[in-house]
């Protein structure tokens, strides 16, 4: 267990899972709906979500966890159709009080969105791949899948980054894991699994930043070594380029964990109705947080996921 105040909804008194902006479901939060407005009114004026995501940092706003905001967290929020009341079919959901975007200020908000990600190159119609990233990997080679399409015209599938060789259907791969995850989902006690997954999470996000954030300080006292002639050059030089690739790993570790954080299901009640109308992105963080790897095997015989597939859960640390 990691300790701290996230654990606490363990023990019944959940503050975690509620959606930023609100006290509860349909009940807008006095500080905070105002706060994320005017971020939302920063972007209209043509400021970037990192920007965004800087004010609201200098304005002290923090997520329901307690942390501060990532411009990935700020971005899954603002996509969420619940920030305007809405289901994801776009419909108002009745017993929502208040809202903390008008309906009609959260669709411009998403031709925004739309628009900017064409204006930087990706196709709209690209497909959202749900396991890339470092989760499916090639069982062959042990290498990572990557989203790719045979041709232009070919369906979105996973290519194997290594060995090239694996290759499988993204639908058919994904609609595989999609069912196993909602089939946890419905175990009872699925709630509290995935709430002490994300204390762990939370704990290796702690562990990873206070890392990075050394960082300078080892390259320093490489440099020093170095500089005190305690260091031949050659070995200066690949000591240095190990700290660098470590780094680097580091930061592409915490970009891919934070995808798996604040997530709004703890106080869901219904984690299937919640699949069924959550944004993509919300579900990519609930299936990396649910399954640590995809193994994809070599087609033997049957393309079926269910001959080639392997599921790794994430266990809880003890
Ligand atoms: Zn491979």
């Known amino acids: 267990m990691c300790g701290g105040r996230r654990c606490e909804s363990l023990i019944g008194v959940s503050c975690v899972g509620r959606l930023s902006g609100y006290v509860r479901a349909g009940v807008a939060h006095p500080e905070e709906a105002p706060l994320l407005r005017e971020a939302v009114a920063l972007l209209f004026e043509g400021r970037s979500e990192a920007d965004a995501t800087r004010w609201l940092a200098s304005r002290g706003m923090l997520t329901p966890r307690g942390n501060e905001f990532r411009r990935e967290v700020l971005h899954r929020l603002l996509t969420n159709p619940r920030l305007a009341g809405l289901d994801e079919s776009g ?47 090639c069982e062959e080679c042990t290498e990572p899948m990557v989203g790719s399409r045979a041709h232009a015209d070919a369906p979105p599938s996973y290519k194997c980054d290594g060995c090239g060789k694996t290759r499988i259907n993204a639908d058919k791969l994904e609609g595989f894991v999609a069912e196993h995850v909602l ?28 890392h990075i ?20 050059r050659a070995a200066f030089v690949a000591a240095q380029k190990a700290s660098k690739e470590d780094l680097r790993t580091s930061k592409l570790r915490l970009k891919y964990l934070e995808q798996m954080t604040d997530l709004p299901v703890g106080d869901v009640h219904d984690l299937m109705a919640w699949w069924r109308t959550a944004p993509h992105a919300s579900k990519r963080g609930l299936v990396l947080l649910e399954i640590e790897h995809v193994w994809v095997g070599r087609v033997e015989g049957s393309q079926a996921p269910e001959r080639r597939v392997r599921l790794d859960w994430r266990q809880p640390a003890e």
């Open 183 to 210: 089939a946890e989902l419905l175990k009872p006690e699925a709630r509290e699994r995935l709430e002490r997954l994300e204390c762990d999470i939370e704990a290796e996000i702690g562990r990873l930043k206070a």
């Open 213 to 232: 954030e050394g960082a300078e300080e080892r390259f320093a006292s490489l440099g020093d070594l170095y500089g005190r002639g305690l260091m031949v």
């Open 91 to 137: 419909e108002p959901i009745e017993s929502w009080v208040e809202r903390v975007l008008e309906p009609d200020v959260f669709h411009r908000l998403q031709k925004l969105f739309a628009d900017r990600s064409e204006k930087r190159g990706r196709p709209r119609e690209a497909h959202d791949y749900l396991v890339t990233g470092g989760c499916a990997l």
